[in-house]
C-alpha cells in the first residue's frame, strides 16, 4: 500500500475523534514529513507469536537508571534477522506500513522511540525518532490550526 492509501485509510478512521481540519492541517502532514524523511512506504519489525511488536528497553550509557522503549524498524527482513537482539525461534518479522508505525508510536505507552534503519545493510547507524517530539509538532500544528479556525470565527 502506497503511502497516498496508507494516508487515506488513516483519515477515516481519525474522522470519528477529530476534526477534518485538525486531520488535514495538523495531523497528516507530520506524518508525511516523516514519511518521506524516512523514504519508505514500509518496514519489517519483530513481533510476538501474538503480534505485538518487540519493544527493547535502552539504558544510557552514563546514567544506567535512564532507561528508554525502543522498536527497531528495518528495511528487510534480512537486514532485521542479522541484529544479535532478536534469536528466539518464536519471533517473527512483519511488514508494516510507515503510517501505521507512526501512529502506534503516538498511540503506545510503552513506547519511546522508534529507531529506523532506512539504508539496507547498515544495521548499526539508525534514527531515531522520539515520540515527545514526533507529539510536540504535531501539538504545534494543532495549534496553528486553531488559531486558524478562531481568526476566521472572529472574522464571520
Not at 518521506?36 to 501474538?50: A, C, H, L, M, T
Not at 547498515?122 to 504545534?140: C, R, T
Amino acid at each position: 500500500m502506497n503511502l497516498k492509501s496508507q494516508l487515506r485509510e488513516l483519515s477515516k478512521e481519525l474522522e470519528e475523534n477529530l476534526s477534518t481540519a485538525a486531520i488535514e492541517k495538523a495531523i497528516i502532514p507530520v506524518i508525511v514529513a516523516y514519511a518521506k524523511q524516512v523514504k519508505r512506504g514500509y518496514f519489517f519489525i519483530w513481533e510476538s507469536p501474538e503480534q505485538e511488536w518487540i519493544v527493547t528497553t535502552l539504558s544510557h550509557r552514563l546514567d544506567p537508571s535512564l532507561e528508554k522503549r525502543v522498536v527497531y524498524a528495518f528495511t528487510s527482513t534480512q537486514d532485521a534477522k542479522k541484529h544479535e537482539d532478536f534469536n528466539d525461534p518464536a519471533l517473527q518479522v512483519a511488514e508494516v506500513p510507515i503510517v501505521l508505525i507512526l501512529v502506534k508510536l503516538l498511540v503506545s505507552k510503552d513506547l519511546d522511540s522508534i529507531i529506523f534503519f532506512s539504508r539496507r545493510g547498515n544495521i548499526k547507524q539508525g534514527m531515531e525518532l522520539e515520540k515527545s517530539q514526533f507529539l510536540e509538532l504535531i501539538k504545534d500544528r494543532l495549534r496553528q490550526v486553531e488559531d486558524v479556525t478562531d481568526n476566521h470565527s472572529r472574522i464571520a
